[in-house]
């Protein structure tokens, strides 16, 4: 998804990659976001997002927001 | 006529979250009491936040006849109000030559877009294969200009400016430079806008710049705008002219700068602003210890706020720290294309009345933001000249200067 956002290799998006070093500006962010939300139907915190600085932590957050998701539907 | 006039503004006229009226917007910002409250519209449900500053009391029917408002979308009727007052509190009466040789020039960021969302909405959803016939004149951001000239008669240079949040500025400015120069006779000037449209409101939700909160500008808890609506207008004459019939002006407009941050398409570069200051000072032929107030941008986001503050200490120097700066913003919201318009009032009657308006809801201090922002308390303080900044998303910035008129 930031491979084809920002047009790179996606060999260069590695977990440790920060994005920083990817060349991620404040309207990559944005956009990155906006197809976050939509790709795992997610809502996404401004707050929490502006702590996130690396393809770790937000791999992390959006799994942990995604688990949050799954407990809060209901059991079948 | 001379190829340098000296300008003078003559009337103003408001429309904003305080109502109708220049009194009102004065008093509202002079006692410093924010507008900023939860929004009325249907649309509030969905949307990340809910404050806004509306002119929630507008009844359109109070100021036009049915008929004309068919013509005319929210944010040009607002321009219309505000030109009236703007025209009626200068005193100021058309004769044939001077409605042939007046400017109007204004700004509008989104203009009439409310009703092509509408439109849009019928077509897209609802299976409709046509939208209203005046949705082209409806939404023009231009309509608010043209309202305002065919309601007085006035024949002269017309056109509407948009540069995002600096567009009033810019109109401002280049009136100024228009009746200065001898182009124009008098020149009505100002902006106008009506942003609350859930198309809108969506847009500004996905750049993730509003804040949940209120608009905290300069403040270290500040998180982001607060958009308003609202227009305001003034009118522009040579001094000579405004004398010559007895009128009082409020305040001299003596400086104009713009430039380009040629840099970013949202984040703000210090270089341009600095550049638009200066050019300001220089156009104004004023000292930059002449000036007392600054009418700061102040969006209140994390970013402009930083930026504009190192801007100011790079054009001021040492000056810096005698000069006092606000974020008027905190109260009105920011009208977007009528954001300078507002301001640029502000700062006219902060000259004229003696007072410094504060930045409202400021909590904290940021290091980042090391400057006399006023905070919370009016001032009671007679600064001899002062700026009042717009820089636009677009990096596009635009600086006025105005000067006691004694």
Known sequence: MIATSKRIPIESVQPDSSFESLGIDSLDRLNILFDLESEFDIEIDDAQAKQVTNIHQMVEGITQLLEAKSASSPAE | ?406
Not at chain 2, 157 to 180: D, L
Not at chain 2, 207 to 220: A, E, G, H, Q, Y
């Open chain 2, 1 to 406: 006529m001379s190829s340098v006039n000296r300008v003078v503004v003559t009337g103003t006229g408001v429309v904003s979250a305080f109502g109708r009226g220049t009194d009102a917007f004065w008093q509202g910002v002079s006692s410093g009491t924010s507008a900023i409250r939860p929004l009325t519209g249907a649309y509030v449900a969905p949307i990340r936040f809910n404050n806004g500053a509306e002119f929630a009391d507008y009844v359109p029917e109070e100021h036009f006849e049915a008929k004309d408002l068919n013509f005319m979308e929210r944010f040009a009727q607002f321009a219309v109000i505000a030109a009236r007052e703007a025209i009626a509190s200068s005193g100021i009466e058309f004769s044939p030559e001077l409605r042939e040789s007046a400017a109007v020039i204004t700004g509008s960021c989104l203009g009439g877009r409310p009703i092509e969302e509408a439109g849009y909405w019928e077509l897209f959803h609802n299976g409709k294969n046509r939208v209203h016939p005046f949705t082209i004149p409806l939404s023009m951001a231009n309509a608010g200009a043209s309202h305002i000239c065919m309601e007085f008669g006035l024949e002269g240079p017309s056109y509407t400016i948009s540069t995002a949040c600096a567009s009033s500025t810019h109109a401002i400015g280049q009136a100024f430079w228009m009746v200065r120069s001898g182009g124009a006779s008098m020149a009505i000037a100002g902006g106008s806008e009506a942003p609350f449209f859930l198309g809108n409101l969506k847009a500004w939700e996905a750049m993730r710049v509003i804040s949940k909160d209120t608009c905290r500008p300069f403040s270290l808890e500040r998180s982001g705008l607060v958009l308003g609506e609202g227009a305001a207008m003034l009118v522009l004459e040579t001094l000579d002219s405004a004398l010559a019939r007895g009128a009082n002006p409020l305040a001299e407009i003596v400086g104009f700068g713009m430039s380009a941050d040629a840099s970013h398409i949202t984040q703000p570069a210090a270089t341009g602003a600095i550049r638009a200051m200066r050019g300001a000072l220089r156009d104004s032929g004023l000292a930059p210890e002449q000036i007392g107030y600054i009418n700061a941008h102040g969006t209140a986001t994390e970013t402009n706020d930083r930026i504009e503050t190192a801007a100011i200490r790079e054009t001021f120097g040492p000056h810096a720290d005698k000069l006092a700066v606000s974020s008027t913003k905190s109260m009105h919201g920011h009208a977007l294309g009528a954001a300078g318009a507002l301001e640029a009032v502000a700062s006219i009657l902060s000259l004229r009345c003696g007072i410094l308006p504060p930045t409202a809801n400021y909590l904290t201090a940021d290091p980042n933001c090391d400057l006399d922002v006023i905070p919370n308390q009016p001032r009671k303080t007679h600064a001899e000249a002062c700026l009042s900044n717009s820089f636009a998303f677009g990096g596009l910035n635009a600086v006025l200067a105005f000067k006691t008129y004694v």
